[in-house]
């Protein structure tokens, strides 16, 4: 079945450091995937998507881009802030195929010192 | 625009134990979602409505775990009997449909003794 793999945490960078963490996909058919956060103490929020092969999400200063190729959806952030310190879940979804159900990864912490 | 409202925030029982845990989705989302989310894990789903309809309950644990969704609104997702390994946090998620984005509210955060 659907499947995501995330590289593991926790990521620990300094302010400013440039941001990478890893994000691959099995699906069998064309799923939008997706990067959702979750700050300390708060709900799932979503950060960005991308719905189609060679799309670029943004937001917040972080990218993602959809390599079909790959099969992969890198998160990157070019500065990173203390504030940015949250647990980040790469997800896909097979809207047409199979609902709109979310298959998340695992999870990865990030912790940001200053 | 109020957000998911999910209730109660945490709770703790022993098991063989029942619990059931409410959610509020955002006014006119027809979608509703239940993912389970075990410590160090990404949420999974356990079942997902359309209206009142149940869409996905595939990997819903029937023998006692259950869900509704009457008259298309709110939820309640219900286990009985608790088992150790149900410690989890419930999170309940609407969308306007299937195809748009999902949005969570705060979840259950749900101990078993």
């Known amino acids: 079945g659907d499947s995501v793999t995330q590289m593991e945490g926790p990521v620990t960078l300094s302010e400013e450091a440039f941001l990478t963490i890893n994000c691959t996909y099995t699906?069998?058919?064309?799923?939008?995937l997706f990067w959702y956060v979750q700050y300390p103490g708060e709900g799932l929020q979503l950060l960005l998507k991308?719905?189609?092969?060679?799309d670029k999400g943004s937001n917040k200063g972080f990218e993602a881009t959809y390599r079909k190729e790959t099969t992969s959806f890198h998160l990157e952030k070019g500065s990173v802030q203390v504030s940015d310190s949250a647990v980040y879940f790469c997800?896909?979804?097979?809207?047409?195929?199979?609902?709109?159900?979310?298959?998340f990864g695992q999870g990865t912490e990030l912790s940001v010192k200053p | 625009e109020a957000g998911v409202a999910q209730s109660p925030r945490y709770k703790i029982i022993e098991k063989r134990q029942s619990v059931a845990f409410w959610c509020n989705p955002i006014?006119?989302?027809?979608?509703l979602y239940w993912y389970q989310q075990i410590l160090g894990q990404g949420p999974k789903l356990l079942i997902q409505?359309?209206?009142?309809?149940?869409?996905?309950d595939s990997q819903l644990p029937k023998d006692r775990f259950s869900a509704e969704r009457l008259k298309g609104v709110d939820s309640t997702l219900k286990i009985q009997p608790a088992k150790l390994e149900d410690s989890a946090v419930y999170l309940c998620?609407?969308?306007?449909?299937?195809?748009?984005?999902?949005?969570f509210g705060p979840g259950t955060r749900l101990t078993v003794l």
């Open positions: 998620a609407s969308s306007y449909d299937r195809r748009n984005e999902q949005f």
């Open positions: 699906a069998t058919g064309y799923p939008s």
């Open positions: 991308a719905t189609k092969a060679d």
């Open positions: 997800a896909l979804s097979d809207i047409l195929g199979k609902g709109g159900k979310l298959i």
């Open positions: 006014s006119g989302h027809a979608t």
């Open positions: 409505f359309q209206n009142n309809g149940v869409v996905d």
